[in-house]
């Protein structure tokens, strides 16, 4: 282009999704996990009163989206990359006190997630 030449990737990030030249997707779910746990972070060094309610409502708000955005494109297919987006939902899970003690399912459950 015009004298210029065009360097080869291996990733490229379009819209908000990271592609491979692969097309495979642990990159965009890597890409997800970290801002996700990110974001969980933030909720948790922030916010001092720890209501459930609030807490849900922040997760659902500002973790899920992240997770849902062009999930129809990337779609996670193997095991490794479904059980590393699960995480974020066991960390988010660990952060009430009086569920820690609880399985995971039920912990989702009275959570309603």
């Not at 999930?71 to 899970?93: C, G, I, M, N």
Request: positive net charge; proline residues 2%.
């Amino acid at each position: 282009m015009k004298g210029d030449t065009l360097q080869e990737t291996s990733l490229e990030k379009d819209l908000g999704a990271v592609i491979s030249d692969d097309g495979k997707t642990l990159s965009q779910c890597q890409y997800v996990y970290n801002k996700a746990i990110r974001i969980l972070r933030m909720i948790n060094r922030t916010i001092r009163h720890r209501e459930r309610g609030i807490i849900v409502r922040l997760y659902k708000s500002l973790v899920r989206p992240h997770w849902e955005y062009c999930v129809s494109a990337w779609s996670p297919h193997y095991l490794k990359d479904k059980e590393l987006l699960e995480q974020v939902q066991h960390r988010f899970t660990r952060m009430f006190k009086e569920l820690k003690q609880r399985d995971y399912g039920e912990r989702l459950k009275s959570l309603n997630l």
